[in-house]
């Protein structure tokens, strides 16, 4: 993921609300969210080609996705796959804050990530270029190519259109709205992450539109506090039209803490 919106804690309805967008090269081959033939508590997305994903569920109870930390000065083309740390949450039957405490102690070995993870009683998050992991408090956050709510203009625009659907009843339609937004920040607020403006200038909307590479879905995971789960993912052609969109029901269990 390239951008993660979400609301914990903060909507009578929904324990978790979380409005994501996959920004990828469309070559690199990948299947939409299904439950997984080998893994079948697993409800996610998954990259064929390390067969790790992005954001899931584990039906045992937990919630875990990821962005990549953006600074091409430091990438390792030989690290290991990030996705693959998200497939591990969703398999492991370790409690989430000791799976994270020990993650510390090999985390250098992976290109620069952003980890939120749930157990349904807690949420987390965690980057391997940020310290400690960190327990987040009720509230709207957003999370890019850097740290957890670093002050990008789509993570701050994301965040506002957030908060005002929160105060009220809303149709998760609204919140794949909320994720197609295609326009660029103005140059004066955008971030330099070493990659040059014209670049900059393409990954600062929500919504990427390729050629080559952009916002390959978008997924909206909407969770009560009994477990109660929507997962929808909107999946997108090269070109920026619609593929499809696929929903899911299905209840959560309680994951070791």
């Known amino acids: 993921m390239c951008l993660i919106l979400f609301a914990w804690q903060a909507h009578p309805?929904?324990?978790?609300?979380?409005?994501?967008?996959?920004?990828?090269?469309?070559?690199?081959?990948?299947?939409?969210?299904?439950?997984?033939?080998?893994?079948?508590?697993?409800?996610?997305?998954?990259?064929?080609?390390?067969?790790?994903?992005w954001l899931g569920v584990d039906t045992r109870g937990r919630i875990a996705a990821l962005t990549n930390f953006r600074n091409?000065?430091?990438?390792?083309?030989?690290?290991?796959?990030?996705?693959?740390?998200?497939?591990?949450?969703?398999?492991?039957?370790?409690?989430?804050?000791?799976?994270?405490?020990?993650?510390?102690?090999?985390?250098?070995?992976?290109?620069?990530?952003?980890?939120?993870?749930?157990?349904?009683?807690?949420?987390?998050?965690?980057?391997?270029?940020?310290?400690?992991?960190?327990?987040i408090a009720p509230g709207v956050h957003g999370l890019s190519n850097h740290l957890l709510n670093t002050t990008w203009p789509k993570v701050e625009t994301g965040k506002a259109r957030l908060r005002q659907l929160m105060r009220r009843e809303f149709d998760p339609t609204e919140i794949l709205g909320l994720l197609d937004d295609t326009s660029i920040a103005a140059d004066d607020v955008m971030p330099d992450t070493g990659i040059g403006l014209e670049r900059e200038r393409k990954l600062s909307a929500a919504r990427i539109v390729g050629p080559g590479y952009g916002t390959r879905c978008s997924t909206v995971l909407l969770v009560r506090p009994n477990g109660e789960t929507?997962?929808?993912?909107?999946?997108?052609?090269?070109?920026?039209?619609?593929?499809?969109?696929?929903?899911?029901?299905?209840?959560?269990?309680d994951s070791p803490a």
């Open 72 to 135: 091409p000065a430091e990438r390792n083309a030989a690290a290991p796959s990030r996705g693959l740390l998200v497939s591990e949450l969703l398999d492991t039957s370790q409690p989430t804050e000791s799976y994270l405490d020990g993650l510390a102690a090999s985390d250098l070995q992976y290109n620069g990530f952003n980890l939120l993870v749930s157990d349904r009683r807690t949420l987390w998050h965690y980057s391997n270029r940020g310290g400690a992991a960190e327990a």
């Open 13 to 53: 309805e929904y324990s978790l609300v979380i409005a994501a967008n996959r920004d990828e090269y469309f070559h690199r081959p990948a299947a939409p969210a299904h439950f997984w033939p080998d893994r079948p508590h697993i409800l996610a997305g998954r990259d064929l080609e390390q067969n790790g994903t």
């Open 230 to 253: 929507e997962f929808i993912e909107r999946t997108f052609l090269e070109d920026g039209g619609i593929a499809e969109t696929a929903s899911f029901r299905l209840r959560l269990g």
